[in-house]
């Protein structure tokens, strides 16, 4: 194995050259692909089934159904803001990318930069959630059978990295296997939301509950006030519903990109959600008894033995685990060529090695270091709130970065979308970035709150702020030291020129 040199790296289009990069990765991923890969990251019925008790405490079966509704709707409208842009400039830098050929000349460093290393710590973060919460349903399976059994952190944390190392070895597969895990986890996520339907359904050993407790019913176990309330028990759908615009990460490899990434952002994010809804209500028909699954660290596990019996369960709990395991692949693939992509514009510490390429088409330095850090942020894993942390993080930082390049276009009129393959009519264009835009600076706040106000303490606070602004501070150090030095975006393409002659005359 060994690094790619300039002159060999001839396979793929010619569309990347056009935004001034070298040619690096060949183009072998389908549109399947593409939408296999949001839906794997997105990873819908494991997604919900980690995060179920923050909804359960904050609206129960109001948040969980009608929340999931609601961010539906608005995913659609960010996934088709981020669709047109990335259809007008398909390159793997995605929203740093976006954000700088978008705004105007004085603005263009800085604010590529910062949505860039947003968008790097929410693809590691998601990363990081999905890998540890399938480590937690791994370690929830064991006390289904013997219920004296409580785990310790330091065992869901060697679960932890047992799932990162296998999703590490899988991210060395070639393209086109890689083409086919995404294309498998399509069908392995849609037969495992019927099965479970079929048959939590039919067995529901503990009988159903009501079709008003289902569509009509409001539980509140947090200490908020009802209204706010349901909306932080939105961030189990948000948490889910976030990583579609990671799939902008495999535009250097997707054929066709400015029509298949985009494609495959929206086609995802309207799969997820109809996946979603055919997974969250026969879930709350046999949802009899929420006081314990709210007593259960991870409730999915319980609520699966009271419908199905232990052995029923833990079949179901296969499904799951191997969806998140799917997810887990996905994310760290994406993640590893966002950091890639940043690191060739010279956005990260030490860009200079972890933007090689290997001879296998791989970004390994970037996965190792993505790897490492994800390894390391999993040490907060021996306090309590931590997987409320890592979603919270991982929602917040990928919705600011989505926000950047949609906010710019919207702020010059949309004027740079112009030629765009994939685009919304203008009227409908602005009415869909802005509420994209008003959503995402509110879930900011929202997400930013603890999930339940009773018996709150160090334990149970949200430490999704602290996490975002550890980060901040070492951007901000590193931009001051060394990268307002080194860091003028990417590079000259194409494209900007067309940017610059609408610049002159619609400044910011």
């Known amino acids: 194995m060994g690094k790619v040199s300039s002159e060999s790296s001839n396979v793929a289009a010619v569309t990347t050259d056009e935004h001034g990069y070298k040619v690096e990765m060949p183009r072998e991923l389908s549109l399947w692909s593409a939408i296999g890969l949001g839906l794997a990251i997105m990873a819908c019925p494991y997604g919900l089934s980690t995060t179920i008790s923050i909804a359960l405490q904050n609206g129960g079966p109001a948040s969980i159904l009608w929340g999931w509704v609601f961010i539906s709707l608005m995913s659609i409208c960010i996934a088709l803001s981020l669709a047109e842009i990335c259809s007008r400039f398909p390159t793997s830098g995605g929203p740093y990318y976006f954000s700088y050929m978008l705004a105007s000349s004085r603005y263009k460093k800085i604010s590529s930069y910062v949505v860039g290393w947003l968008g790097m710590i929410g693809n590691w973060t998601v990363a990081l959630s999905i890998i540890y919460g399938t480590a937690q349903l791994i370690i929830a399976i064991v006390p289904l059978w013997n219920e004296n059994f409580e785990p310790r952190a330091y065992q869901t944390y060697l679960i932890f990295l047992g799932v990162l190392s296998l999703c590490f070895a899988a991210n060395f597969l070639r393209q086109k296997h890689l083409d086919?895990?995404?294309?498998?986890?399509?069908?392995?996520?849609?037969?495992?939301?019927?099965?479970?339907?079929?048959?939590?359904?039919?067995?529901?050993?503990?009988?159903?509950?009501?079709?008003?407790?289902?569509?009509?019913?409001?539980?509140?176990?947090?200490?908020?006030?009802?209204?706010?309330?349901?909306?932080?028990?939105?961030?189990?759908?948000?948490?889910?519903?976030?990583?579609?615009?990671?799939?902008?990460?495999?535009?250097?490899?997707v054929s066709h990109p400015e029509l298949s990434v985009p494609r495959g952002m929206v086609g995802s994010v309207i799969a997820a959600a109809v996946i979603g809804l055919l997974y969250l209500i026969p879930l709350l028909f046999v949802m009899t008894?929420?006081?314990?699954?709210?007593?259960?660290?991870?409730?999915?596990?319980?609520?699966?033995?009271?419908?199905?019996?232990?052995?029923?369960?833990?079949?179901?709990?296969?499904?799951?685990?191997?969806?998140?395991?799917?997810?887990?692949?996905?994310?760290?693939?994406?993640?590893?060529?966002?950091?890639?992509?940043?690191?060739r514009d010279n956005g990260v510490i030490g860009s200079k090695f972890w933007k090689e390429i290997w001879h296998s088409y791989l970004p390994l330095n970037a996965l190792i270091l993505t790897v490492v850090v994800i390894a390391l942020l999993g040490l907060i894993s021996f306090e309590s709130a931590a997987f409320s942390a890592f979603t919270g993080v991982a929602t917040i930082t990928l919705g600011s970065s989505y926000a950047g390049p949609i906010m710019i276009s919207l702020l010059r009129r949309r004027k740079p979308l112009e030629g765009a393959v994939f685009m919304m009519p203008s009227w409908l264009g602005f009415i869909v970035n802005t509420v994209s835009c008003c959503w995402i600076l509110l879930s900011i706040v929202i997400f930013?709150?603890?999930?339940?106000?009773?018996?709150?303490?160090?334990?149970?606070?949200?430490?999704?702020?602290?996490?975002?602004?550890?980060?901040?501070?070492?951007?901000?150090?590193?931009?001051?030291?060394?990268?307002?030095?080194?860091?003028?975006?990417?590079?000259?393409?194409?494209?900007?020129?067309?940017?610059?002659?609408?610049?002159?005359?619609?400044?910011?």
């Open 289 to 343: 008894d929420i006081p314990s699954l709210l007593a259960a660290d991870q409730p999915i596990p319980i609520l699966f033995q009271q419908a199905a019996g232990t052995s029923g369960a833990t079949g179901l709990m296969f499904l799951i685990i191997t969806i998140g395991v799917l997810g887990g692949v996905g994310s760290l693939t994406t993640s590893s060529r966002c950091c890639y992509s940043f690191a």
């Open 180 to 253: 086919a895990l995404n294309t498998f986890s399509i069908y392995w996520t849609g037969a495992s939301v019927i099965i479970i339907l079929v048959t939590v359904l039919s067995i529901a050993r503990n009988g159903r509950t009501s079709a008003s407790f289902v569509f009509a019913s409001f539980e509140e176990n947090s200490g908020w006030r009802p209204g706010w309330a349901w909306f932080v028990g939105l961030l189990q759908s948000a948490y889910v519903l976030t990583g579609y615009g990671m799939v902008a990460a495999m535009a250097d490899e």
């Open 448 to 508: 930013s709150m603890p999930t339940a106000l009773d018996g709150l303490n160090a334990d149970s606070m949200n430490y999704a702020s602290v996490v975002f602004i550890g980060f901040a501070v070492i951007a901000f150090l590193y931009y001051v030291i060394h990268a307002k030095n080194t860091f003028n975006g990417p590079p000259a393409s194409n494209y900007e020129e067309n940017a610059q002659e609408i610049d002159m005359d619609h400044k910011l």
